[in-house]
């Protein structure tokens, strides 16, 4: 079973927009991480926030956090047809990541 | 590079064979998991290894799914008498330098069942 479910399932903007998905789990964290991936390709480390922090940034990327509503959300800024993928929400336990269906982000020239 | 190489990248075989995919991590002695992830679907857990102890197995790991991690190193993922429903893409990942933390995972095995 998958922990999170992140929303929208696909998402189409034109290069230089900015793309929001959402990600919305159901038991408590140690972290919430999220992951890229191209097709056919392995996941790739993005960004790691801590149960107990609301909000940090990587270059163009910002990832927010309530606990309370148990939902996470993450921003790409100034989008690139680079950013083409599927990014995954991870909700790490004590030992295991769980991950979301993820969400398609396609970048439009 | 994440520092895992998965091996073969592709496999297509007939329903029931046997086949195994192998998963060189970087770096020995911790954790070492193995993900199974079908089209347009997320990575779902199968196991994962602490040195070379299988620590916990997931209910999707049917007794026809077998892993092993010798040594603490390099681990095998056998998954015999193939059926089509275990067409997916198999993803291995080690763990980085904090418990819980981040992971690295390789380029997945595809493995085709027809």
């Known amino acids: 079973s998958q922990q999170g479910e992140e929303d929208p399932q696909a998402l189409s903007i034109q290069e230089g927009e900015n793309a929001t998905m959402n990600c919305s789990y159901k038991?408590?964290?140690?972290?919430l991480q999220w992951y890229r991936q191209n097709s056919g390709r392995g996941l790739v480390h993005l960004i790691l926030i801590r149960s107990n922090e609301r909000e940090k940034h990587s270059g163009r990327l910002r990832v927010t956090l309530d606990t309370s509503k148990k939902s996470s959300s993450l921003l790409i800024t100034a989008s690139r047809a680079a950013d083409t993928a599927s990014y995954f929400c991870a909700t790490a336990g004590d030992y295991k990541l769980s991950f979301g269906a993820g969400t398609t982000v396609t970048v439009r020239a | 590079d994440t520092g895992v190489s998965q091996n073969p990248r592709h496999k297509i075989t007939k329903r029931g064979q046997n086949v195994t995919f192998r998963c060189d991590p970087i770096?020995?002695?911790?954790?070492l998991y193995w993900y199974r992830q079908t089209l347009g679907q997320g990575p779902e857990f199968l196991t994962y290894f602490q040195n070379e102890a299988q620590l916990e197995k997931s209910r999707l790991l049917s007794d026809r799914f077998s892993a092993e991690r010798p040594k603490g190193s390099f681990s095998t993922l056998e998954i015999q008498r193939t059926e089509q429903g275990d067409s997916a893409m198999y993803l291995c990942?080690?763990?980085?330098?904090?418990?819980?933390?981040?992971?690295?995972f390789g380029e997945g095995s595809r493995l085709t069942v027809l």
């Open positions: 770096s020995e002695h911790n954790r």
């Open positions: 038991t408590s964290i140690n972290n």
């Open positions: 990942a080690r763990e980085g330098q904090a418990p819980g933390g981040e992971l690295f």
